[in-house]
């Protein structure tokens, strides 16, 4: 298998061990094997343990499992992260059960099995683990495991590969009826230290929790090895039918795609997208098997849950590039996809099925380019994309040494529309107000640009930092990671006077998020001088950033919007100065009354487009701007005839309010106008100044 030779490392630390009690090792264990992806996907698999633990009520000891509760990550798991279940509870289970119509009733039981009011709920795996009868169970999705279990031949693979050590169970939904199975496979095979869940992963035990860990290590290495030996010179997926383009061609064509499939699958609800160009991705989308293989869907029910049961695979020559032809044929291949995945649901659908979800699809092929997955956030969009790499994987391994199996529809439908994943779908948060959008913030790693980016990204957006110093970018970027986490922010670093660089700035925005629906122009500069001393190059200055750089991205950010189709906003961070005229700053408060008036006419142009465009005014909003860190402070304390370290002040008292202006109350304003709270407003001006009166608009 490609990509897939290279061994496990065992990364077990005796010393560090040795410090935890049974459940520290399991969560240790849990973190372990979730770290790799070959091991298992984000959210995919699970592990156990079975302790004693004094009874709350009785003060007695009593058996306790401890397992992964659902919707987990057994990678960055904590320990309340486990559903805990007395054993005596859910064995007794086994006397109401009446069988495989019965799965979904005995899920209803598992939440009266609950160890001491644990909150977390139980997943629908947890009789599989209860029901094996070892201390320690590791079920795992490793791509060389499933490429065995979804082989035509799996049973004899596995036979021939772990001969007794290892045994095959056939396909089945998870359930009671496979922890049943399990159970029973245990007890017919006291020597055997794990399974193969056919078309679906790899089930280890053990009575110790380092040994549990590293027998399922051993059995994944096991099968790397084998299939290093066994695809050794072999074609995989039929050998090469195109060859991929340079990387930087790759990344332009999915710039211009992203946006395009964005705008037709998002009408509903607002997708992101997420671009892959890795090798793996790159040998399957170029591949003579692409379409066959893609059309027999993924195995694991992990693996469809997340991408849809099948790809969407675009038409696209790269030996002949027509981006153009493709973004014209969209419509049509979307139209084809959906009817096909309609088909499908009504196909195999039941009587209390679930109503038919999003019918579009999640994975997009291109030969020569790669992968773009869409999903209604940013990590889920990327966890997709990694889904789709480990069902490459799969299908490479599979077909190379036998055939690939994929699950058939009607065992697909009944995981995909289960009612027990429909409640666990409920269960999930109302989306924040700004999900599935993207904001462009420039001068985002200012003052008023770090306070703007965190107020929307505490509302769900995803958020592009544009700023022309690259320190300060990159130490409010890290930051940004460290709070909201790294699928919802990127930087660019951005001259907004330089039009190639607010075009690939842009075209950056859409490989990373798919597109742009916010854009918080605020790239700021401030210059103070009486007009005879204003020279030509500080009033050039002030106008190539505050009015020509505001036109080059408002002029990208249209161009953008009307490609998506799906409207957009557009906040100008002026200044009372726009409005108010001050002494000995001509250059700054012409290039702010442009500003102005240039919102004012793209408000007119956007608004058949729905398009938004409105202004915020802030006046003497000094905390942490880098404008008032500079000459501008001096300036102004100048000619305001008082220290410097008495503006603040001065700007406090000089307000109606008698108040000081923070950035955050500038990013409130922003945020209001760039969410439906202002849906029916544009060509607007907000001024957030503590008031006052030669700024009125009226």
């Known amino acids: 298998m490609s990509g897939q030779t290279r061994l496990l490392e065992n990364r077990w630390d005796d010393s560090y061990a040795a410090k935890l009690d049974e459940l520290g090792k399991l969560l240790y264990r849990s973190n372990l094997l979730g770290a790799d992806k070959r091991i298992t996907n984000y959210g995919g698999g699970n592990t156990s ?97 499933i490429a065995i279990a979804a082989s035509k031949n799996s049973k004899e693979l596995t036979k021939q590969i772990f001969g007794d050590e290892i045994g095959w169970l056939p396909w089945r939904r998870p359930g009671f009826q496979l922890g049943l199975d399990l159970e029973a496979f245990v007890k017919a095979n006291p020597n055997a230290r794990g399974v193969v869940l056919e078309s679906h992963g790899l089930f280890t035990w053990a009575n110790d929790a380092k040994a549990c860990y590293e027998l399922t290590l051993q059995i994944i290495n096991k099968a790397i090895d084998w299939f290093a030996g066994a695809t050794e010179g072999k074609t995989t997926f039929g050998g090469a039918a195109a060859n991929s383009l340079p990387a930087a061609e790759r990344r332009a064509i999915a710039a211009r795609l992203m946006p395009e499939i964005r705008g037709r699958i998002g009408k509903v609800e607002r997708k992101l997208g997420h671009f892959d160009d890795q090798d793996a991705v790159l040998e399957f989308v170029n591949s003579k098997n692409l379409k066959p293989l893609g059309a027999l869907g993924t195995s694991c029910p992990d693996h469809f849950l997340r991408t849809k049961i099948r790809p969407l695979i675009l038409h696209f020559d790269p030996g002949k590039p027509d981006v153009d032809a493709v973004i014209a044929a969209l419509d049509e291949a979307l139209e084809e996809y959906r009817a096909d995945y309609t088909r499908y649901y ?85 989306p924040k107000s700004l999900a599935g959008q993207v904001a462009f913030v420039t001068g985002g790693a200012g003052g008023i640009g770090r306070a703007t980016a965190a ?24 930051d940004f990671e460290e709070s909201f986490g790294k699928d919802g922010v990127r930087g660019v670093i951005l001259d907004v006077t ?92 012409t290039a702010k009354a442009a500003e102005i008036h240039l919102a004012r006419c793209l408000a007119l142009e956007g608004a058949e487009a729905g398009i938004r465009v409105n202004t915020v005014n802030p006046d003497a909003v000094l905390r942490g701007s880098k404008i008032w860190s500079g000459e501008w402070r001096e300036q102004r304390a100048a000619s305001s005839k008082i ?41 607007n001006i907000i001024n957030v100044d503590a008031g006052n009166a030669q700024s009125f608009t009226r």
């Open 49 to 145: 343990a079975k302790v004693m633990e004094t009874d709350p009520l009785s003060g007695e000891k009593v058996r306790v499992m401890w397992v992964k509760g659902s919707g987990g990550d057994v990678g960055t798991i904590k320990l309340d992260g486990f559903a805990t279940l007395y054993m005596d509870k859910l064995e007794a289970l086994k006397g109401l059960y009446k069988g495989v119509e019965d799965e979904d009733r005995m899920v209803g039981f598992l939440p009266h099995c609950t160890f001491n009011l644990n909150p977390r709920a139980a997943s629908i795996d947890t009789p599989l683990h209860g029901f094996v009868p070892y201390t320690h169970v590791d079920h795992m999705h490793p791509d060389a495991i």
């Open 346 to 430: 009504e196909t195999c659908k039941h009587d209390d099925s679930p109503k038919m979800r999003d019918p579009n699809p999640v994975i997009f092929l291109v030969p020569g380019v790669g992968m773009l997955s869409f999903a209604r956030d940013k990590a889920t969009a990327r966890i997709a994309g990694e889904f789709y790499v480990n069902a490459i994987n799969v299908m490479r391994g599979a077909s190379t040494v036998s055939e690939y199996q994929g699950l058939p529809e009607q065992e697909a439908f009944d995981i995909e529309y289960w009612l027990l994943e429909e409640a666990k779908l409920r269960r999930m948060p109302k």
């Open 455 to 478: 107020r929307l990204m505490g509302e769900g957006a995803c958020v592009v930092l544009a700023d022309i110093d690259g320190g300060a970018l990159e130490e409010t970027r890290a």
């Open 498 to 589: 330089k039009e190639d660089a607010v075009l690939a700035a842009f075209a950056e925005a859409c490989v990373e998020f798919g597109g742009v629906d916010i854009l918080v122009s605020n790239a700021g500069i401030a210059s103070s001088a009486p007009v005879e001393e204003t020279t030509l190059a500080m009033w050039n200055k002030n106008i190539d950033i505050l009015t020509t750089g505001y036109f080059l991205v408002s002029r990208e950010a249209f161009r953008l919007f009307r490609r998506q189709k799906l409207g957009g906003n557009v906040v100008f961070v002026a200044s009372k100065n726009g409005l108010a005229s001050s002494p000995n700053a001509s250059a700054y408060c």
């Open 643 to 683: 220290e410097v370290s008495d503006l603040e002040e001065h700007y406090r008292k000089r307000s109606m309010l008698k108040l000081n202006v923070f950035p955050e109350d500038i990013a409130e304003a922003i945020y209001f106008l760039a969410s439906d709270a202002s849906s029916k407003s544009t060509g």
